[in-house]
């Protein structure tokens, strides 16, 4: 079974400074997806960004960035210039096929993200 | 992306009566999915809902507790029965037929008292 591993419970940046939160996750698939969801106090899961596990290419969506390492099954992401409105509960998910047409997903514990102004 | 609307948003029950939540979705999708997030905890997948078959269920979670309907492709709806305080939780269904397409709905708050 996956598994998906967030050691970092909380996090607090500066406003307009950067933040890197960590994730790696265990699987025996060669072809999977991941995400980070935002979860803000108002409880809607919110897309961040999607790496699939093909694309050598780091995914980038503005201000929000990963750094996937493939190998070590690690996939980091990174806020850049944080805003007060980045605060919130953020999940790396980890999805696969698990060799049928079953695109649920497996959460981390979260991290909550602080952002200080 | 989808929009995904779900009812309620929240609602305070008492124990040993049901609950049901409605998730629609702005477009036909083949898989919708709903979980579970205990009070400070992750998601927990409960079931996989696929219009026209029985549910999948996940360890855990047993039809008798939390049944599900798929009437159509663009509907779904969860019923927590005979519901103690543990099941005090936020209920969230998701849909996905591509990975492009992993979104959730606002998530329903269930308190049992």
């Known amino acids: 079974a996956q598994t998906v591993t967030q050691s970092q419970p909380e996090m607090s940046v500066q406003e307009a400074e950067t933040v890197t939160l960590s994730c790696t996750y265990d699987t025996s698939e060669s072809d999977y997806y991941l995400f980070w969801y935002k979860q803000p106090p108002s409880r809607q899961m919110i897309l961040v960004i999607r790496?699939?596990?093909?694309?050598?290419q780091n995914a980038t969506e503005n201000r929000f960035s990963v750094n996937f390492q493939k190998a070590a099954k690690s996939f980091s992401l990174k806020i850049s210039d944080s805003q007060l409105g980045d605060a919130a509960m953020y999940f790396c998910?980890?999805?696969?096929?698990?060799?049928?047409?079953?695109?649920?997903?497996?959460f981390g514990k979260g991290t909550l993200l602080t952002v200080n102004p | 992306s989808a929009v995904i609307s779900q009812k309620p948003s929240r609602d305070i029950c008492q124990r040993g009566t049901s609950l049901t939540i409605q998730c629609q979705v702005d477009?036909?999708?083949?898989?919708m999915f709903w979980y579970r997030q205990q009070p400070g905890q992750s998601l927990t997948l409960i079931a996989t809902?696929?219009?026209?078959?029985?549910?999948?269920?996940e360890s855990g979670f047993v039809i008798d507790k939390f049944p599900i309907s798929r009437p159509n492709l663009t509907f779904s709806t969860l019923t927590v029965s005979n519901m103690s305080p543990e099941d005090s939780s936020i209920y969230l269904c998701?849909?996905?037929?591509?990975?492009?397409?992993?979104?959730f709905g606002q998530g329903t708050r269930l308190t049992v008292v």
């Open positions: 998701s849909v996905g037929d591509r990975w492009t397409e992993a979104f």
């Open positions: 790496q699939e596990a093909y694309k050598q």
């Open positions: 998910a980890y999805g696969g096929d698990s060799g049928g047409s079953n695109y649920k997903l497996t």
């Open positions: 809902a696929n219009q026209g078959s029985e549910a999948t269920y």
């Open positions: 477009s036909q999708v083949t898989m």
